[in-house]
């Protein structure tokens, strides 16, 4: 009987970004969009918000995190991609389900960009008055 590959996959979303993240048993190595993390973030910050999950719970070693995004700013792709392992490693081990609800890792952003309205400039910007 050959060896089962356990394979966690989640989707994660804030503003327009969309992280589709696969977890398989591995070293700890981070590719995303088939680029190292480091190549493909360039911020500390956003490198920072994207491991979180896998410094709380010292699974940095365990998975090779592969991560496809797309859409919005590199900001919102780190933590659509924060959610997408957080929701995976739920799935991986239960227990840290609570450990995550608390931290706020399993709460998607729910703040969107305001659509622009008809007859304004923007979505709450104004055209300039003019009296005459």
Same mark, same amino acid.
């Given at each position: 009987m050959s060896d089962v590959i356990t394979k966690y996959s989640a989707v994660g979303r804030r503003k327009e970004s969309i992280a589709r993240v696969s977890l398989l048993p591995g070293k700890g190595n981070i590719v995303?969009?088939?680029? *190292?993390?480091?190549?493909?973030?360039?911020? &500390?910050?956003?490198?920072?918000?994207?491991?979180? *999950?896998? $410094?709380?719970t010292n699974t940095q070693e365990k998975f090779d995190v592969s991560i496809n995004v797309r859409?919005?700013?590199?900001?919102?792709?780190?933590?659509?991609? #924060? $959610?997408g392992i957080a929701r995976a490693l739920s799935i991986a081990d239960p227990a840290l389900r609570e450990l995550? #609800?608390?931290?706020?890792? $399993?709460?998607?952003? *729910?703040?969107?960009? &305001?659509?622009?309205?008809?007859?304004?400039?923007g979505a709450r910007k104004r055209f300039q008055w003019t009296k005459r």
């Open positions: 995303v969009n088939n680029r *190292p993390i480091g190549g493909y973030f360039l911020r &500390e910050t956003d490198r920072i918000i994207l491991i979180q *999950p896998l $410094l709380i859409g919005g700013g590199l900001t919102g792709q780190a933590g659509a991609s #924060r $959610l995550f #609800r608390k931290q706020g890792f $399993l709460t998607r952003d *729910p703040r969107m960009k &305001e659509r622009k309205k008809y007859g304004q400039k």
